[in-house]
């Protein structure tokens, strides 16, 4: 029994990994996303059943403790939680993965250095980079959580010489490491090592922008799978390494999704402030303001809406934040009953984090099948009668395609300028988090209906009925 225990928990090991890349390719589809959330959360049932039974483990009482009060945690932020706010709660999360793993390397580098044990220079490397992922992910991913909902303002915050300071932190955490690979035993060296990482988190997201947030928060998300293989290798816990690697090779391809659908490098995104009022000048679309914006009511727009053929509805943040989801399902709905045949464009990075607009309409629940990437939904929008935009801005702005001063040149956007008439629901004339006027705007086939997105939609559903 004791040697097929060990084998056991392998071959368990073996099974949770499966299910984890099963149910990962089953998250890279709507009508599967649900399905293979359930299939992985069933592979980690299995990992955390296989590690309980490993000799290794010492207290069950506390784990169990741990176990009830991150289960009830959990299962109330889940119920509670709106969907608008589902990106500060992925970036919270992320955070509390980067703690966890950090405190691994933690655990481990006391409990070696209370028994006078020596540190394995393997161990000590593992330990070291632990630190500094899971801190760096901890401290980041809270001040994302910051932005996101407001306790702090969401543009690029900058000083000067803060790359020189950022430098600075960097070089004392090497030299940290190194102090620590010759002499493994300094425990006062080791903590600075960690302080060092969470301050060198803080920098690293403090002169990101708000618009930035859905490539930081992906980042960030692999950074988290990092940081658990790095803690894999400090246990030497194979389920560990492999769940880590996943996320993190994930996480990754999902930031180079979103950097390519802005057109912007990583190391843009990460160092250039972008959103900051020196970055968002210059270009045929900083004359803009000087033009004039055709306003319509809700009446208008419900006769516009109504007697069309084809409309291609756009989400953006602005509907995120009035929590307007369902009343565009029920214009949609209503529409739909009236023969308009309706679609809904999603740009990769519309929203706070990626596939934002995704989680907002299924919970709403819009099908799937109505959802049109941005490559497939631009050449139909010239055959469509209406577009009507939600709250969506920079991800709709013809700046993207035509001016080259602008600072969002070459970024891929929805084409809605090329649909027929084009509808903005939006509360002002304010720009997007490039800081650039909408060229949209001005445009003779667009019109603006000003006010609150949930305010109008449900204005528009209800003079729509009328008709």
């Not at 040697?3 to 090991?13: A, K, V």
């Not at 403790?65 to 991150?70: E, F, R, S, T």
Request: net charge negative; aromatic share 6%.
């Amino acid at each position: 029994m004791s040697d097929f225990l060990p084998t056991g928990i392998q071959l368990t090991y073996l099974v949770a990994a499966s299910l984890f890349i099963l149910g990962l390719k089953k998250l890279g589809s709507p009508a599967t996303a649900r399905n293979g959330n359930l299939v992985a959360a069933v592979g980690m049932l299995l990992a955390i059943i296989a590690t309980m039974l490993d000799q290794q483990v010492l207290n069950y009482e506390m784990i169990l403790v741990g176990l009830a009060i991150g289960s009830v945690i959990g299962a109330v932020v889940a119920y509670t939680v709106q969907m608008t706010d589902m990106p500060q709660m992925v970036g919270l999360l992320n955070g509390l993965g980067g703690a966890s793993s950090a405190l691994i390397a933690v655990a481990e580098f006391w409990r070696l250095l209370d028994s006078s044990q020596p540190i394995p220079l393997d161990v000590n490397i593992s330990m070291l980079l632990d630190v500094l992922i899971g801190g760096v992910t901890l401290t980041g991913s809270f001040l994302a959580f910051a932005k996101l909902q407001g306790l702090i303002s969401g543009t690029p915050i900058t000083f000067p010489l803060q790359q020189p300071f950022n430098l600075l932190l960097l070089g004392s955490y090497l030299a940290g490491s190194a102090y620590l690979i010759i002499t493994p035993d300094s425990l006062p060296v080791f903590l600075g090592v960690v302080a060092v990482s969470l301050v060198l988190g803080v920098m690293f997201v403090l002169p990101i922008g708000g618009g930035d947030m859905p490539v930081v928060i992906s980042l960030l998300n692999s950074l988290s799978g990092v940081a658990a293989a790095a803690a894999g290798f400090v246990v030497m816990n194979n389920m560990l390494i492999i769940a880590g690697a996943l996320v993190g090779a994930s996480g990754l391809i999902l930031t180079e999704i979103m950097c390519k659908a802005m057109n912007r490098s990583l190391f843009s995104v990460l160092f250039s402030a972008f959103g900051s009022v020196s970055t968002a000048t210059g270009g045929a679309a900083a004359g803009a303001s000087n033009q004039t914006v055709r306003s319509i009511d809700p009446e208008e727009g419900a006769m516009m809406l109504g007697y069309a053929r084809s409309v291609v509805i756009v989400p953006g943040y602005g509907m995120a934040v009035a929590q307007a989801q369902h009343s565009v399902r029920e214009l949609a709905d209503q529409l739909e009953r009236m023969g308009v045949d309706v679609k809904y464009a999603i740009h990769p990075v519309a929203g706070r984090m990626p596939g934002h607009m995704n989680v907002l309409l299924a919970e709403a629940n819009v099908a799937y099948t109505q959802l049109y990437d941005m490559e497939d939904i631009n050449p139909q929008f010239e055959q469509a009668d209406v577009a009507l935009v939600i709250g969506a801005n920079d991800v709709v702005n013809p700046a993207a395609r035509s001016d080259v001063n602008s600072p969002i040149y070459g970024m891929p956007i929805l084409e809605v300028d090329r649909a027929k008439q084009t509808i903005v629901i939006k509360r002002g004339m304010s720009a997007g988090f490039a800081g650039v006027d909408n060229e949209l705007f001005y445009k003779d086939k667009t019109t603006m209906l000003f006010g609150s997105a949930k305010d109008m939609v449900a204005k528009l559903v209800s003079e729509v009925k009328q008709l």
